[in-house]
């Protein structure tokens, strides 16, 4: 008997959270906060806290901090099916 952690769909999931976490990422630090002059702290579970030295963080780099934690929170308990259909093509492609 296998454990389900050796299973085919697990590892699948596996790599579609890490694919997600990894273009996540990407789009945060290239695209949401390019050249914000502020440091970021990626936790590891892959969540953003902003590092400040007692100085103002606008609204802007608030909410978009926010949003990437809560797409990073709501993919925990996600089944295959909810990814979205390019992630999954992409890592049946590699798996291929």
Known sequence: MTKRKDHPSHIKLEKLKELRIKKLLKKLLDEDLKGVEHRLNITKDFRAEIIMDGT?????????????????????????????????????????
Do not use: C, D, G, M
């Not at 926010?66 to 093509?89: T, Y």
């Open 56 to 96: 103002w963080v606008n609204e802007y780099i608030k909410t978009t901090i926010v949003k990437h934690n809560w797409e990073i929170s709501r993919q925990r308990n996600w089944q295959i099916k909810e990814f979205e259909p390019e992630l999954i093509l992409e890592v049946e492609e590699e798996e291929a």
